[in-house]
């Protein structure tokens, strides 16, 4: 069974689109992260929830909202997407939050090419 | 300025040698720092983390610390060409891991 599941795992869209990824995690964790990382292959912080309570927004702009409906999911809804939003974007979860000596469970990531 | 930094790399070393990565931090206050591997096309995995001065040993790799000096390390003994990866190191601080732009390895056979 997968740990960390996104779906999808690719998405090719327009400028000015909206689209959503959807995260879940099968481990029983409390805390789900939100990672993007750029062409440079650096990997960086957006949000972390913990129980569904939002913990850590990073400076992202607000066209980015997660929505955490339960402990096993965190959602990305992207509004009006731009160049600049292409990237691999990945989910991940622990038992614990960052800051403690948990590891973090990474999912596949998912893909965006914004044209 | 950056949190964490590393060598980008990329590090060639022959099979069976030693593969030495370095990674400095800014936040005196950091607790535990992570080794993660990624490799091309797929998500980060945990090597092994560290959170007291000093060295861990686990398989081939060894993680070290040294607190005042901001500085962890991760050596590979009997590098492996599976061991091509980049290597991004990680650090705790405010409910969040900050990662470093990663070292990039390659083994050749």
């Known amino acids: 069974d997968t740990a960390v599941s996104q779906t999808p795992k690719y998405l090719v869209t327009q400028m000015g689109n909206d689209k959503s990824i959807k995260c879940e995690q099968n481990l029983g964790h409390d805390t789900m992260y939100w990672y993007k990382q750029d062409s440079k292959k650096f990997l960086k912080i957006m949000f972390s929830y913990n129980n569904k309570e939002l913990i850590i927004n990073e400076t992202v702009p607000n066209r980015f909202s997660p929505k955490s409906p339960d402990k096993a999911h965190l959602n990305l809804h992207i509004n009006s997407l731009e160049l600049g939003d292409s990237a691999v974007y990945f989910c991940a979860s622990s038992s614990g939050l960052a800051g403690g000596n948990y590891e973090q469970y990474f999912g596949p990531g998912t893909r965006l090419t914004v044209t | 300025q950056k949190e964490v930094e590393q060598n980008s790399g990329p590090l060639s070393v022959p099979e069976g040698a030693i593969a030495s990565l370095n990674c400095t931090y800014s936040?005196?206050?950091?607790?535990?720092f992570f080794w993660y591997r990624q490799y091309s096309g797929k998500s980060p995995e945990l090597i092994m983390f560290i959170y007291s001065n000093g060295d861990k040993e686990d398989g081939r790799f060894t993680a070290q610390l040294n607190k005042a000096s901001q500085y962890v390390s991760l050596l590979i003994r009997d590098s492996q060409p599976s061991d091509s990866a980049t290597y991004l190191c990680a650090v705790t601080g405010d409910y969040k891991l900050s990662f470093g732009a990663g070292t990039t390895v390659t083994v050749r056979a």
């Open positions: 936040d005196r206050g950091s607790q535990s």
